[in-house]
């Protein structure tokens, strides 16, 4: 029987030519991050199933249909379907939140879901996503809205918009609740099966229900706005002002519950209308209870996660820019042994300085070494043969404008050739400066 080495329904390979695209929204990602206060954490890739049942909460589609759960020998685990659960689990297990609040912490992660994969909506995805625990005012809301909405922008992102919403708390939900399920009971027999059962549990969840019917039921629903209590309410009006303070532009969207449990006061999304029915590619808002159902204190908290397979698709039809790849600095194009030799010791002394440095691994000949430098983008190329090195000097050639220099072959050669690449280089990256915006962050690579 042939074996199946096709990759499974869902999951993606990333290639190498695509992969700057990656290191273009997370490079960007870390850094918006870091000039917010925020600091990287990695957890782990699956956690214990309850975990996920106390906090995504029992009546979601997470985790009613789309978890990975596995049984390895005597105990159950589950693939993170988000981020959020495991990130508060290491917060509490180490301690993090007995430091200096607020606790600011970001992490780039894939996520495992079953789900039905189309465009946008995989089996395994990724998030850049934050938390931030410890700050209950609506002052930490809009820096979270903030560093999202800096993120976009920093991407190029055009015509994504940002829906706010508040579901109140659990004395202003109550009510709500109530008035939902009072609602929703004049029309159960026309809801899907699993509506039913939520109109029982947790009637809130059928607003986030994804079949056509159900959403058309809900759109004469009571919205939460109507029954939010006094401290809600303040908290939401005062993120509205803050805002409009940093010139964010927002629509109140009543009809945002999202699809995780743990939510509180504010929800919001970030949509663009260009990827269809997977528009959403950022979620989030407050959860205050979370923490202490997962058996922490009181420490209220809120944050957000991406989409980075949806954040790309929208990249890449709105033609946004990337950082581009650094190439090959210097190619040596050789003919014989010696030359080759020469080429390999003077390569790993140009790479100590920093510089991408290669030489012929395939035994090709002269011609199709150029031709092979010219692929991989070579911005110099060395031709080293008998004559270069009895004389002990080469021509150093300039790829873009054909100029040659001539440089010794001693040990002073990586110093002449910095000489040359940096004059040349500061022009072309002062040139790139100028075209393109993300050139001005600081680039270490
Ligand atoms: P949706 O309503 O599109 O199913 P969600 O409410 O389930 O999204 P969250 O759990 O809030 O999404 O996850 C945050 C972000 O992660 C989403 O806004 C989206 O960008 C991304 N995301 C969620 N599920 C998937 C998936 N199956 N494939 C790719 N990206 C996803
Ligand atoms: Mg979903």
Redesign the pocket.
């Known amino acids: 029987m042939a074996v199946n080495i096709k990759r499974p329904n869902g999951t993606e390979d990333i290639l190498p030519k695509d992969v700057h695209k990656w290191h273009t929204v997370e490079k960007i990602a870390r850094e918006t991050a870091a000039s917010f206060g925020f600091s990287e954490i990695r957890i782990p890739t699956f956690e214990n199933t309850d975990l996920f049942m106390r906090s995504v909460g029992e009546t979601t ?2 985790v009613q249909k789309e978890m990975y759960t596995v049984k390895a020998k005597e105990t159950e685990f589950t693939l993170r ?2 981020g959020t659960a495991g990130t508060i689990r290491t917060m509490l297990q180490n301690g993090l939140l007995n430091e200096a609040l607020p606790q600011r912490v970001y992490y780039i992660l894939s ?1 495992f ?1 079953h ?1 039905r994969p189309q465009a ?4 395994e ?1 990724h ?1 850049f ?1 934050l938390e931030m625990a410890g700050s209950k005012s609506p002052l930490a809301d809009a820096e979270v809205i903030s560093l999202a909405k800096t993120l976009l922008d920093r991407l190029e992102l055009k015509n994504i918009e940002l829906y706010i919403n508040s579901i109140g708390c659990p004395t202003c939900r109550a009510e709500y609740h109530k008035a939902l399920r009072a609602y929703f009971e004049t029309r159960k027999d026309e809801l899907c099966d699993t509506c039913k059962d939520r109109l029982e549990k947790n009637p809130m969840r059928i607003l ?1 229900c994804k079949s056509p019917i159900c959403q058309e039921i809900g759109k004469d629903a009571p919205v939460i706005l109507d029954y939010l209590c006094e401290e809600c309410s303040d908290h939401f009006e005062k993120l509205k002002k803050y805002l409009t303070k940093l010139n964010i532009d927002f629509k109140v969207n009543p009809k945002i519950v ?3 449990d743990y939510y509180t006061k504010t929800v919001f ?1 970030f949509v663009t209308t260009e990827i269809g029915a ?1 528009g ?5 808002g407050r959860y205050d209870g979370l923490i202490e159902q997962l058996g922490g204190q009181h420490v209220p908290a809120l944050g ?4 980075i ?2 954040l790309l698709i929208v990249m890449d039809k709105q033609n946004c820019d990337y950082l581009e790849p650094r190439k090959c600095d210097i190619y040596f194009a050789t003919m014989g042994d010696e030359a080759l030799e020469e080429a390999m010791e003077l390569s790993k002394e140009l790479r100590e300085y920093g510089y991408f440095a290669e030489y012929d691994l395939m035994g090709r000949g002269l011609k199709a070494q150029m031709k092979y430098a010219n692929k991989i983008g070579a911005a110099f190329t060395v031709v080293l043969g008998e004559n270069e090195l009895n004389e002990g000097k080469a021509k150093v050639k300039n790829m873009k404008n054909g100029e040659e220099t001539e440089i010794r072959l001693n040990d002073k050669f990586t110093a002449a050739f910095e000489d040359i690449a940096m004059n040349e280089m500061m022009s072309f990256l002062e040139e790139e400066t100028e075209n393109s915006p993300l050139f001005s962050f600081n680039d270490n690579n």
């Open positions: 589609d997470v379907p988000e996520c879901r789900e946008g909506r995989l089996r995805f998030q996503g986030d999202r699809g995780l999304e997977q959403t590619v950022c979620g989030g957000f996660a991406m989409g397979e949806r």
